[in-house]
């Protein structure tokens, strides 16, 4: 999704870390499809993971428990606390609004 103002498209990611020692505002990290260094940065964090993987783990957490074996090394405790944390957001109240699109107004 572009973030008003940008043209490319942007990922989210947490970071478990920052999450975990509740500094929640600082665990959310935006990065643009451009910023190849800063992607290629965060994919090599173990520490950090894509919103998507969230998603994942709420729609099928048996197909994605390999990935997250493999991603933490086998690190039961940190894959129970991702594991957690995806079912409390799932528990959240998370609003939603559709806009009307822009219209182009005839001359």
Not at 48 to 57: G, Y
């Amino acid at each position: 999704m572009p973030l008003k103002g940008y043209k490319a498209l942007h990922r989210y990611y947490l970071d478990l870390d920052k999450y975990f020692n509740g500094e929640i505002d600082d665990a959310v990290i935006v990065v643009s499809l451009n910023d190849r260094r800063k992607l290629k940065e965060i994919e090599q964090n173990k520490s950090v993971i894509p919103f998507s993987l969230i998603r994942k783990i709420w729609e099928n957490l048996n197909k994605v428990y390999p990935e997250l074996v493999k991603r933490f090394n086998g690190n039961h405790r940190r894959i129970g606390e991702i594991i957690r944390l995806a079912n409390e957001f799932r528990q959240r109240e998370i609003n939603t609004y559709e806009l009307p699109r822009a219209q182009r107004w005839k001359k």
